[in-house]
C-alpha cells in the first residue's frame, strides 16, 4: 500500500477466521477515515469478532445496538454531533444481511432523509454469523445452508439484488462499491464518501472463507477473480452517475467459481454446463451494463 | 401561569422547555399532537432542537439511542403499536444505560386495531428496565417529565423513562395546566451532564456482547439501577415541591385511606373518576380509599404494604391483561401482600377504551365486599354469545 500507512486504529487480536475479508475491511477503512470517526455497528461477524466484552478492537469510538438499526442510530449521532458542533465523520458499517435486508428500512429512511454519514456495507454474500444462510446478496446458484443445493436444486435461486443503485436513487450524491483485494482502491473511496457531505454508501466485496469454502490465504486471490471474471464490478457513482469502472481482462467465471465449495455442485459430480452458462450471462451482463472490458491489441 | 390547554400541548411545551437537543418520533394517533407541537417549535426556532422525521417508530428509539450515546439530551413520544415496534430497541437503551425520556399516550394494542386507551403499551414493556411513571391528570402528566429528566439522568440511575398518559382521556382534553416558565424550568433540570459519550479524544466501545460470565452481571447492574429509582424519584418530587408546591414525592398516593376498610388500586387517569367515586360512597357511609400507583417500574412493594396494610380488600383496577395469567398491577399487589391476609380481587377493567364511570367504581367496590373477584369488569354478555 502506497498511499497511507496502516494507522492501526482496528487493533489486532480480535477473534475473526484467518483470512477474513471483513476485518480486512475494518482495517483498511479506519486507516482511511482515521481516529476522528464514529463507527456504528450492526450486529453481525463483525461486531462479535472485534467486541467480546471487556474486550475490544476498536480505538475509535464506536457503538453497536441492535442488527436492523445501524443507520437510524447514525442519524441519531449526526443530528447529535451537529447540535453540540462536533465535527467528527460517523460511519456506519454492517453485513450485507444487516444491509440488504433486514436494515433496509433504517438505511432507506437515513439516506431519504439526507444525513451526513457514510454507511459501508461489507459483502460476503449471506448471513455468516449465524453460520451461512442466504440473504438478499447472495449470489445465484451458491450454496447455503437456507439454499442448499440438492437433488432439486442448484442453489440460491435469486441474482444479488442491486443495493447501490437503490440507494443512488435516494439522491445518494457518492455511491460506490470496492474490494478487500484492492486496498487503496477501497481506501480511496473511503476517504471520498466521509467527505462528500450527505448519505454515502460503499459496498465492500468482503470474501469469506469459511462461508464460501475456500483456505484463509486465498481470500485476496478470490476477490480479485470476482473482479477479474465481472461477477463483481468496482465503480463509483456520483449523484446518480457511474463515473470510473474498473476495467479487466475478463476471465471465464468457472475460474472463480471451481475455487469456492458454495460452487462445488456446479462441478461434482458432474460439471452442469447449463447453470454455469447462466452465471457467465450474468458476467457478461455486468460488463455490458457497465463497459468493463479491455479489449487487447493483436 | 394557569392556562387551559390540551394536554399533548402541555405536555410538548414541558418537553421543549426540558431543552431536548434530539427529537425523533413518529405520527400515531394519540399522540400525535405532542410531536406536532414540538415541530412547529423548532420551525419557529422557539426551542433549539434537532428533529428527525424518521421513517417508523423503531428508527425514532434508534436515533435517540445514537444521539443519547453521543451526549444529547433527547426525547421521543409513541403509543400502542410504535411502542411494540420499538421493543427491542427499549431493552436496548435500558440495557446500555441511555438516559431517553419518551411519553407514551397509553392505547391498546391490536388485534383487534383499536386507538382506545387502556394501559397494555406501555404494562407490555414493563420487564425492559424503563422506569414508567403514570399521570393521573394533565398538570402531572406535564410535570412528570421534569422528574422523568432528573431520574433518569441522575448518574445513579441511568435508566430511560417512559412518562404514560392515557390516550384521548388526557391526550385529547382541555383542562387548566399550570405552565412553568422556562427560567422555573432551568432551576430544576440543570443541562445534560452525559455520564460518557461517544468522543474521539476518548473513544470507548458502547454495546459490546457480553458472553454467559458477564451478562448476568449486567443485568443485576440495571437491576439495581431500576431500584435506585425508588430514593431518586421521591427526592427528585420533593425538589420540585419546594420549587412549584406540587408534591410527586410519593411513589404511591392514597386518598381517604384513614380507616378504610376497601382499597382500590389504580393508576392513571382512572384515579380521578375512583377519587370523585370515593367521595360519593363516603358520603353515603362507605369505607373506601384509594391507593394511586404513581411508579409501576420500579414497582414500590413496600409502599404499597405499608399503605394496604389497614385494609379488609383490595380492589384492583388493571386496564391491562397478561393473557392467561392476570392483570400487571394486581400480580405486583398480590406480591407485595404476600404472607398477609388481605385479600386482592383484581378487576380488568376499561380495555380498548371502553368507559369507566363512577357507578362502575361503586359497582367494583360492591363486588369485592361481596368478595367476587378476579374478572373482567362489564362484559357485554351478548356479544360473546
Given amino acids: 500500500m502506497n498511499d497511507k500507512a496502516a494507522c492501526g486504529l482496528f487493533d489486532s487480536g480480535h477473534r475473526a477466521c484467518g483470512g477474513c475479508g471483513a476485518a480486512m475491511a475494518a482495517r483498511l477503512m479506519l486507516d482511511a477515515a482515521g481516529k476522528d470517526t464514529i463507527i456504528v455497528s450492526s450486529t453481525g461477524c463483525m461486531e462479535v469478532f472485534s467486541t467480546p466484552y471487556p474486550e475490544t478492537a476498536w480505538k475509535v469510538p464506536w457503538i453497536h445496538s441492535l442488527f436492523e438499526n445501524n443507520s437510524a442510530v447514525a442519524s441519531g449521532i449526526v443530528a447529535s454531533l451537529a447540535k453540540q458542533g462536533r465535527k467528527e465523520k460517523v460511519v456506519a458499517i454492517g453485513g450485507d444481511g444487516a444491509t440488504f435486508d433486514i436494515g433496509i428500512l433504517c438505511l432507506s429512511g437515513a439516506f431519504e432523509r439526507g444525513h451526513d454519514f457514510t454507511y459501508i456495507c461489507y459483502d460476503n454474500e449471506a448471513y455468516m454469523n449465524t453460520g451461512i444462510q442466504r440473504s438478499g446478496a447472495t449470489p445465484y446458484d451458491a450454496s447455503t445452508t437456507t439454499s442448499p443445493a440438492g437433488s432439486c436444486s442448484f442453489g440460491n435461486k435469486r441474482p444479488k439484488k442491486d443495493l447501490p443503485l437503490i440507494l443512488a436513487a435516494h439522491g445518494a450524491p457518492y455511491v460506490a462499491t470496492a474490494s478487500i483485494a484492492y486496498p487503496p482502491d477501497f481506501k480511496k473511496k473511503v476517504e471520498k464518501a466521509i467527505n462528500t457531505p450527505g448519505p454515502c454508501y460503499i459496498q465492500v466485496h468482503a470474501p469469506c472463507c469459511t462461508g464460501w469454502g475456500f483456505e484463509g490465504e486465498k481470500t485476496i486471490a478470490i476477490g480479485k477473480l470476482a473482479i477479474e471474471t465481472g461477477l463483481w464490478v468496482n465503480y463509483e457513482m456520483e449523484n446518480g452517475v457511474v463515473t470510473k469502472v474498473k476495467k479487466v481482462v475478463r476471465k471465464p467465471v468457472e475460474d472463480y467459481l471451481i475455487e469456492q465449495k458454495r460452487f462445488r455442485h456446479l462441478f461434482k459430480p458432474k460439471k452442469n454446463e447449463t447453470e454455469i452458462a447462466k452465471i457467465q450471462a450474468l458476467a457478461d451482463r455486468n460488463a455490458e451494463k457497465f463497459g468493463i472490458d479491455i479489449t487487447l491489441k493483436k | 401561569m394557569l392556562q387551559i390547554t390540551e394536554g399533548s400541548l402541555a405536555v410538548a411545551d414541558a418537553v421543549g422547555k426540558c431543552r431536548p437537543q434530539v427529537i425523533a418520533a413518529y405520527p400515531i394517533t394519540p399522540q400525535t399532537h405532542i410531536v406536532e407541537a414540538l415541530a412547529e417549535m423548532v420551525a419557529n426556532c422557539t426551542i433549539d432542537a434537532e428533529y428527525i422525521t424518521v421513517e417508523s417508530e423503531f428508527s425514532a428509539l434508534s436515533a435517540c439511542l445514537g444521539a443519547s450515546a453521543a451526549g444529547s439530551r433527547v426525547y421521543s413520544a409513541t403509543t400502542s403499536q410504535g411502542l411494540a415496534l420499538m421493543f427491542e430497541v427499549c431493552f436496548n437503551c435500558a440495557g446500555m444505560r441511555l438516559p431517553v425520556v419518551m411519553t407514551i399516550a397509553n392505547r391498546a394494542l391490536g388485534a383487534p386495531l383499536s386507538i382506545w386507551n387502556d394501559q397494555q403499551d406501555s404494562i407490555s414493556l414493563r420487564d425492559s428496565g424503563w422506569l414508567q411513571f403514570y399521570a393521573e391528570d394533565n398538570q ?28 384521548f382521556i388526557l391526550s385529547h382534553t382541555y383542562e387548566p395546566v399550570d405552565i412553568l416558565s422556562q427560567e422555573e424550568v432551568d432551576r430544576y433540570l440543570p443541562r445534560f451532564r452525559p455520564f460518557q459519550r461517544l468522543d474521539a479524544d476518548d473513544p470507548i466501545s458502547f454495546g459490546l456482547f457480553a458472553a454467559p460470565d458477564y451478562y448476568m452481571e449486567f443485568r443485576y447492574e440495571i437491576d439495581q439501577a431500576a431500584k435506585k429509582a425508588l430514593s431518586v424519584f421521591p427526592k427528585a418530587g420533593r425538589e420540585f415541591a419546594e420549587l412549584f408546591g406540587r408534591d410527586y414525592s ?39 380509599g384509594l391507593l394511586k400507583i404513581r411508579t409501576f417500574r420500579p414497582f414500590p412493594a413496600e409502599e404499597v404494604k405499608k399503605a394496604l396494610s389497614g385494609v379488609s380488600r383490595v380492589a384492583v383496577l388493571d386496564k391491562n391483561i397478561s393473557l392467561g395469567s392476570k392483570g400487571a398491577v394486581a400480580l405486583e399487589v398480590k406480591d407485595a401482600l404476600y404472607g398477609s391476609q388481605i385479600p386482592v380481587h383484581d378487576y380488568i377493567i376499561g380495555l380498548g377504551g371502553r368507559d369507566v364511570q363512577k357507578k362502575d367504581i361503586a359497582r367494583v367496590v360492591t363486588l369485592a365486599e361481596e368478595g367476587k373477584g378476579d374478572l373482567y369488569y362489564g362484559l357485554r354478555e351478548e356479544v360473546l354469545k
Fill in chain 2, 140 to 167: 402531572e402528566a406535564t410535570d412528570l417529565h421534569y422528574l422523568a429528566y432528573r431520574v433518569s439522568e441522575d448518574h445513579s440511575v441511568l435508566l430511560p423513562s417512559f412518562v404514560c398518559f392515557d390516550g
Fill in chain 2, 250 to 288: 410519593g411513589l404511591v398516593e392514597s386518598y381517604r385511606m384513614e380507616d378504610a376498610d376497601c382499597a382500590l388500586v389504580a393508576m392513571g387517569s382512572l384515579c380521578g373518576t375512583v377519587k370523585d367515586a370515593i367521595d360519593d360512597l363516603r358520603d353515603a357511609g362507605r369505607k373506601v
